[in-house]
């Protein structure tokens, strides 16, 4: 019995590792990487390495606070400033639902690359697929799974095309400490790449997961901390292999001025440029995978904010979380291209990190949450407060955007 808990403990670790990784590399993700590749060539390498740096102090930060309190983020909040956490709920569920449109949106792109399937089918099936995790009897082992295998499947493909384009890695290991690029443009990049990675409900995703899992306490955090430097690890990993496949792609067209990447999609356009329509259809896999557990890890975190909120929805979690995918499918089918409600929702989660990684530092302090005898890392505490600034910063120029919205 204590050997079959051991392995359904470590298979809930690597899971909420899985979860929080694959969540933060969805289709806009891949785009950005495709985007910022093609503008900023070897010093992209930059722009990841430091934003590598400060998501993994939100994500340490906000795991240990969580899993060691054993409550989710907005009972956290409710405890910091009662009312708080259903402020930062709401936040984070209309942020995630909006966002979770345009994941279905990628997914959808997915299967047109991969098979040249309509969208309007790919919605449903992405969709489909999705919704199908969470109808079976242990929906929690299916999801860990899930995305396991397919993020196993982008790092593999990824890993493939790199083999196929022959990336110059010694420009990019020089250039990722020693950026040629202005900052002037290395300073947006590096901005967009972390409210994109741990904005919003990616934050917290893997905690909950835990959390969901039992796995909380001071006696865990050894396996705590493990999981989320994992999670931290896989992520940086697809980065890195993405980036080092588009630039490959991008120095051998940069001497050639006809031939640069399709703005309109500039990863797909790396991918088919570098290795052909078998590249092409390699990323199609990509954005499907990407798409895929980037839904089921928004519905599964966004539910997880509403359930502490309501019995019911505590009571049925496996329901909300199909109605939320179902929701974002059937208004991703009607509407097409959600680009009004992608400026929102970018500005609301520019908004939710530096109130959300705020208040787990003010709780790392407190007794009544975190217990008499847990001490909170001093050099965390420090670096997260700093992160706090730099977000609060991405949360203001992210109002700017709100304007696009009344033009």
């Known amino acids: 019995m204590e050997k079959n808990t051991n392995k359904k403990s470590a298979s809930a670790l690597i899971g909420a590792a899985f979860l929080m990784a694959t969540s933060a590399i969805g289709p806009g993700f891949l785009t950005q990487t495709g985007q910022f590749t093609g503008n900023l060539k070897g010093s992209f390498g930059f722009v990841i390495l430091v934003s590598v740096i400060l998501a993994a102090i939100v994500q340490l930060n906000v795991w240990r606070v969580l899993c060691v309190s054993g409550m989710r983020g907005q009972d956290v909040a409710n405890k910091v400033l ?37 969208t309007t089918y790919g919605c449903f099936l992405a969709g489909a697929i999705a919704i199908c995790v969470f109808l079976y009897k242990n929906a929690l082992d299916a999801m860990d799974t899930l995305t396991k295998i397919l993020g196993g499947i982008m790092i593999v493909v990824i890993f493939v095309v790199i083999l196929i384009v022959k990336p110059p890695v010694g420009m990019a290991v020089k250039e990722t400490f020693v950026p040629t690029a202005s900052m002037d443009s290395i300073f947006p990049a590096i901005l967009t790449l972390l409210g994109g990675t741990v904005g919003g409900y990616i934050t917290f995703a893997g905690a909950h997961r ?38 490959g792609v991008v120095v051998e067209t940069a001497t050639s001025p006809a031939t640069t990447l399709d703005a309109s999609n500039p990863a797909a356009d790396a991918f088919l440029q570098g290795a052909g ?71 609301l989660n520019g908004l939710i990190l530096p109130i959300t990684l705020g208040v787990c530092l003010i709780a790392s302090q407190k007794k009544s949450i975190m217990g008499e005898n847990y001490k909170h890392p001093i050099v965390l505490l420090i670096l997260g407060i700093i992160v706090v600034v730099i977000s609060a910063y991405l949360g203001i120029t992210s109002l700017g955007k709100l304007s696009a919205l009344f033009g």
């Not at 899992?213 to 999981?227: R, V, Y």
């Not at 539910?303 to 909300?320: D, G, M, P, R």
């Open 82 to 118: 009662p009312g708080l956490g259903y402020v930062i709920a709401f936040l984070v569920v209309a942020g995630g639902l909006v966002f979770n449109i345009g994941n279905v949106g990628g997914g959808a792109l997915g299967f047109n690359t991969l098979l040249g399937i309509p």
């Open 277 to 347: 329509q078998i590249g092409y259809r390699f990323f199609g896999l990509v954005l499907l995978c990407a798409a895929v557990t980037s839904i089921i890890g928004c519905a599964y975190t966004s539910v997880s904010f509403l359930k502490t909120f309501s019995k019911t929805i505590a009571n049925n979690e496996k329901w909300f979380i199909v109605g939320f995918i179902a929701l974002s499918t059937v208004v991703m089918a009607l509407i097409g291209q959600p680009a009004t409600l992608l400026v929102l929702a970018g500005a």
């Open 210 to 247: 835990l959390i969901d899992a039992g796995i909380t306490k001071e006696e865990n955090l050894k396996e705590i901390t493990k999981s989320s430097v994992m999670g931290i690890g896989i992520a940086t990993i697809v980065r890195i292999l993405l980036f080092l496949a588009i630039l």
